[in-house]
């Protein structure tokens, strides 16, 4: 089991930028994908990008394509999601979520992580 924590959420002006950070537990993150998510109140889960921790690849929801960046420290096991340019729709608690990848899976669905963070409130504000 992966235990995650999340740091970096609050409060910011439509067009500013917030970095969110996630740390894993464990001595090493080999043979994961740590992912972000985002949800609001009465909806499911929402991919918004996703590393792969062997191979560095990285993939985006198209609605943050270009505006977010995620990316990793494997010294740290710490993962980071840079938000630019953000519009009051990003506003939703943000989770970060382990997906062991030595299976076949999907790094976008929600259902291939198994373990996540506390979450993290984003609010963007108009």
């Known amino acids: 089991q992966v235990q995650l924590e999340e740091s970096g959420g609050g409060l910011v002006q439509a067009g500013g930028s917030l970095r969110l950070s996630c740390t894993a537990s464990?001595?090493?993150?080999?043979?994961?994908?740590l992912g972000w998510f985002r949800q609001t109140p009465g909806k499911e889960r929402q991919f918004v990008a996703a590393?792969?921790?062997?191979?560095?690849?990285?993939y985006y929801a198209d609605s943050v394509e270009g505006r977010f960046t995620i990316s990793r420290d494997t010294a740290k096991n710490t993962v980071y999601l840079q938000m630019n340019n953000l519009e009051p729709e990003d506003t939703a608690v943000y989770y970060c979520g382990a997906a062991w990848t030595a299976t076949p899976f999907s790094i976008e669905s929600h259902y291939s992580y198994n373990d996540w963070g506390q979450g993290t409130q984003v609010t963007v504000s108009s």
């Open positions: 464990i001595p090493t993150l080999s043979n994961y994908a």
């Open positions: 590393i792969d921790w062997n191979f560095g690849s990285t």
